[in-house]
């Protein structure tokens, strides 16, 4: 059962390994030479070579249990792993002109996005109520120092304080319901979770359930967890807003794959009677409320919680294909994030945050690039075809078919109508509306222009061509 | 026989130039939309040209899909890229590819504001407007389907008058609502039968109650798109604030989608529940045409009042297509039974030419007077000859005129409802009569009488631009009205195929 930590088993979680020694050489450089473009060139290249090294997993395809079964190596965990590597370098690409803007580009932002990464990593991998708790623990403490990373901002300090609290509490939760389910099972291995739970399970286990599931919710934003969500998003600096929109969602959804669809499998048929009502809510909340922001941020967290109804709704399936759903829903999902926040970040300058729906007006005029990726960006969540998010959404509907969800989908597909409204808000501020005379106009900054331009094409090119990663998605959680 | 090797690549072709002409034009820039405005005119000229071979080399004698195009498109879908027209779909490509061509030129001079844009918006839009008549397989349909709206939501919201976010929004909140339930229900049909195939869903046994949520998730898609009363509300407003592009393609071509919807999805597929629910059609479509053609009767607005007669005359579509079911009830047999949906294809063709060119002359006067108000014309025979002699020709044949294309198609459907019921026909019949009056009207407050005022006297007539456009049309509108049998020998044998289907009940199969 426990294949000893050999050298090739060892050899399996290089990527994190090289992580971890990249934080603490990148720590004593930044100490010790104290030059900060340096700084973020080397976070850069830490990414590149863990990202080498994940790729040169491509093949291991059978899953591989490591360090006494605390850590799992398979197809999913690369593949979650890989787009964390992705999606947090172009982040940082496309914040190193804001940070420079508000003074804040230091070399412990890069250091703390990396050991929030780090904890990601470990969350992917986790095979043990032990380890999970260390990726929750490690990504969750990193993020709260990076909301309050700019230190003479008061709403961030408070969106820190706030996320901190709220987020204690659904550790402690979260900690409670594990050793409920450890006292009850007798293990902290996740598979052997797996073997000796089956339906109907004991009450206890049911309410260790109860707790797991408020913390997964919580972690994820759905209803009525969210409330840390719009606070944080809106009062954080757009650079974090952006990290905490995207590469945490990976990691959310590995935590809720690997507690919930792999550890206490056995006990699906409760987990997924909870879910439904959060679904729901979620899905209505989040759509409802974001039709009436005047905070292009804040919207979109309103719009991020609607979309984790629909990541919700894929585990609420319960089938391989509908995890697949979800994991490809988040996948988009975090893809789409990146891209809009790029676009935040990339329109504000100095003293100019960017942040309300208004400094849009006629953003086509004043910068058609932008205004071009946001327009493809904002189609593609609302689920409009050409665009990749309309797969994302087609995906989930058919698995909630498949598992005979009928209301679901009739509610989700009425939902994804009211989401539509406030995205193509966005697009008439951006086309429709005449510039107002003192806006900025269209601003330097080549490279992350150009990556944020392939950011808005993979969009398109996975909308049109949507069969490779559909068919990777299937693949890793068969 | 082996088809030439070109054949499979041809619809390809149509789709994706006129796509790939657009992104061009936009990779371009609006500092050359000069070159881009050529662009446009040669993408969608070469577009047109390429119906030529499709129309000639097409099989009049065959009902299956012909150049046929299949490569796997989403395996774990089972979706493929697959294309191929019939003889419903081929006229309906050949009017795209027509229109599209008046579009660009009536656009030549008068946009000026991100022009290159422009063009690119209606290139983009004819290239997804042919998918969606091409698509042999539904989730490929509904791509194209759904995509469409993206340009036209830009064209009207970017060009449009003075209430455009508004009416924009409206109409892409419609559609997408209408649209959304379609997709349920196609998944719906995906994850019974296991295949996105038309031809599989048209063969899927269901039982009737899935039939009949199939079908009201179908019709509330296509009514939204037609429109049919009492969901037509976006149109008026979509048509008044879009420019007069955007108004020709909208009444030319969008509104017959939902008519091709009807007949590919609708009747084929849920053929039981559209026995069952005719009446519902019925009743609509005739409310459609005689209560919307009151409507148009009081309209201040010339584009208005094209809006409100497209919608009565789009009531012809829905009611050719639905009184099949009342003939064969009524007489019993088969025989006669297609010709309502013979009538209905051309009416669709008929009045995309006819409505496509009464708003391309409401655009004419609109570049000159910046006014729709009908109020504000009277007396324009005495300065533009020409535009009158075409906007009286374009009003006859909006009234039904014999000799127009819009007599053909008229005829047809109230012959239809004759053998069905004479209560229809004579119901059908009114619109002649109110279509005639609002349509005359119109044209006799704006073209003849006096010249009423200085603004009217100062007009010049057309120039050569816009009487090629219209001449184009003009000479369409008379060979389809004199000559309508080639159009319908290429319906034939697609419309019997479909009548057998439509008739037929999935309820005892296996």
């Known amino acids: ?127 043990s109520l032990l380890t999970v708790y260390l990726g929750v623990e490690l990504l969750a403490l990193s993020v709260y120092a990076l909301v309050a990373f700019d230190r003479d901002s008061g709403v961030a300090a408070e969106s820190a304080m706030k996320y901190f609290v709220l987020g204690a509490i659904a550790s402690g939760a979260l900690l409670y319901g594990m050793s409920l389910i450890y006292g009850l099972t007798g293990t902290l291995d996740l598979g052997e979770i797996s073997t000796r739970l089956n339906s109907p399970s004991p009450l206890g286990v049911i309410v260790g359930l109860v707790f797991v599931v408020v913390a997964v919710g919580f972690k994820l934003g759905a209803v009525p967890f969210h409330m840390w969500l719009p606070d944080v998003y809106e009062g954080a600096p757009t650079s974090v807003t952006l990290f905490i929109g995207t590469v945490p969602k990976l990691a959310y959804f590995a935590l809720a794959l690997r507690l919930l669809a792999q550890g206490l499998g056995g006990t699906e048929l409760e987990w997924s009677q909870m879910l439904v009502p959060l679904a729901v809510l979620t899905l209505i909340i989040g759509n409802v409320v974001a039709l009436v922001q005047s905070n292009l941020k804040r919207m979109l967290a309103y719009s991020t919680i609607a979309n984790v109804g629909f990541i919700l709704l894929g585990f609420i399936a319960g089938t391989p294909d509908g995890y697949a759903a979800a994991l490809y829903y988040t996948l988009v999902y975090v893809l789409v994030a990146l891209g809009s926040f790029g676009v935040i970040l990339l329109s504000s300058r100095r003293g100019f945050e ?36 309309f797969w994302a959404k087609l995906r989930i509907f058919q698995v909630l078919w498949e598992s005979g969800h009928l209301w679901l989908v009739i509610i989700a597909a009425a939902m994804s109508v009211v989401g539509a409204y406030y995205y193509l808000r966005i697009i008439k501020l951006m086309y429709f509306d005449e510039p107002p005379a003192a806006a900025p106009t269209a601003a330097r900054g080549g490279g992350a222009r150009l990556a944020l331009g392939l950011n808005a094409l993979a969009v398109l090119a996975l909308g049109v061509a949507p069969a490779p990663l559909l068919n990777l998605c299937a693949r890793v959680l068969q | 026989m082996h088809p030439p090797a070109y054949q499979h690549l041809l619809l390809s072709t149509l789709i994706w130039l006129p796509i790939g002409t657009g992104v061009l034009i936009l990779l371009l820039g609006e500092e050359r939309a000069r070159l881009g405005r050529w662009l446009a005119l040669f993408g969608s000229l070469t577009t047109l040209a390429l119906t030529v071979p499709l129309w000639y080399g097409f099989d009049r004698a065959s009902a299956a899909l012909q150049f046929r195009q299949t490569l796997p498109w989403i395996p774990r879908f089972h979706a493929l890229y697959d294309l191929g027209v019939d003889g419903i779909s081929l006229p309906l490509v050949v ?19 991100r022009a290159a844009q422009y063009f690119a918006a209606f290139l983009i839009m ?84 899935e039939q009949r949520w199939i079908f009201v998730a179908f019709l509330l898609a296509f009514a939204v798109k037609v429109p049919m009363w009492p969901v037509h509300t976006w149109l008026p407003d979509a048509h008044v604030e879009a420019p007069t592009g955007g108004s020709v393609i909208l009444a030319a071509i969008m509104l017959k989608m939902g008519g091709y919807g009807f007949l590919r999805f609708s009747l084929p597929v849920a053929p039981d529940a559209s026995r069952e629910l005719d009446a519902l059609i019925i009743v609509l479509s005739l409310i459609a045409v005689v209560y919307i053609g009151f409507v148009a009767l009081v309209q201040q607005d010339m584009k208005k009042l094209i809006a409100y007669s497209s919608i009565a005359h789009m009531g012809f579509v829905t009611l050719g297509a639905f009184v099949v079911y009342e003939i064969v009830r009524h007489t019993g047999t088969v025989q006669g039974a297609g010709m309502g949906m013979d009538g209905a294809m051309v009416q669709m063709i008929s009045h995309g030419l006819i409505s496509g060119a009464l708003f391309l002359c ?74 005639a009056a609002y349509t005359l ?4 407050r704006v073209v003849f009488g006096p010249v009423t005022s200085p603004r009217v006297a100062a007009l010049k007539d057309l120039d050569g631009r816009e009487f090629l456009v219209l001449g184009a049309l003009a000479a369409a509108v008379l060979l389809v009205g004199i000559w309508p049998a080639p159009l319908l020998k290429v319906l034939q044998p697609s419309i019997q195929h479909l009548v057998t289907q439509a008739i037929a009940t999935k309820l005892g199969a296996p």
């Open chain 2, 95 to 113: 009017l795209t590819a027509f229109m599209t061509v008046p579009v660009v030129i009536a656009g030549w001079r008068v946009i000026r504001e």
């Open chain 2, 362 to 435: 409401v655009g004419v006067l609109y570049d000159r007077m910046h006014s729709r108000q009908i109020a504000d014309y009277g007396g324009v025979i005495n300065t533009m000859p020409a535009f009158a002699a075409f906007m009286v020709l374009f009003g006859l044949a909006n009234t039904g005129l014999p000799g127009t294309s819009g007599f053909v198609g008229e005829f047809l459907v109230i012959i239809a409802s004759f053998r069905a019921s004479f209560w229809y026909a004579l119901l059908a019949a009114v619109t002649l009569m109110l279509g």
């Open chain 2, 441 to 444: 009207w119109l044209v006799k």
């Open chain 1, 1 to 127: 059962m426990n294949p000893a930590a050999d050298f090739g088993g060892l050899v399996l979680a290089t990527p994190e390994i090289a992580l971890a020694v990249g934080i603490c050489a990148l720590l004593l450089l930044d100490v010790f030479l104290g030059r900060r473009a340096l700084t973020a060139t080397l976070t850069l290249a830490v990414l590149a070579l863990c990202a080498a090294l994940t790729v040169s997993y491509a093949h291991v395809t059978t899953r591989r249990l490591l360090f006494d079964g605390l850590y799992v190596a398979d197809e999913l965990g690369y593949l979650l792993k890989l787009a964390g590597f992705l999606v947090l370098a172009l982040g940082l690409l496309y914040s190193r002109a804001y940070l420079e803007q508000r003074r804040i580009l230091r070399g412990e932002y890069y250091v703390l996005a990396l050991t929030a990464l780090l904890g990601i990593f470990v969350l992917i991998s986790a095979n």
């Open chain 2, 126 to 209: 004819e290239g997804l407007m042919l998918g969606v008549f091409c698509a042999a397989d539904a989730l490929l349909f509904y791509f194209f389907w759904e995509a469409m709206l993206i340009p036209m939501f830009l064209i009207i919201g970017i060009w449009g008058g003075p209430r455009r976010v508004y009416a924009t929004l409206k109409f892409f909140l419609y559609t997408f609502l209408g649209s959304v339930f379609m997709l349920v229900a196609l998944i719906y049909m995906y994850v019974k039968g296991g295949s996105y195939a038309i031809a599989a869903m048209q063969a899927l046994p269901l039982t009737l109650e």
């Open chain 1, 354 to 389: 960017a942040d309300l729906l208004d400094d849009y007006r006629g953003l086509a005029q004043r910068d058609p690039l932008l205004a071009l990726c946001m327009l493809l960006l904002m189609f593609s969540t609302a689920g409009v075809p050409p665009l990749v998010g």
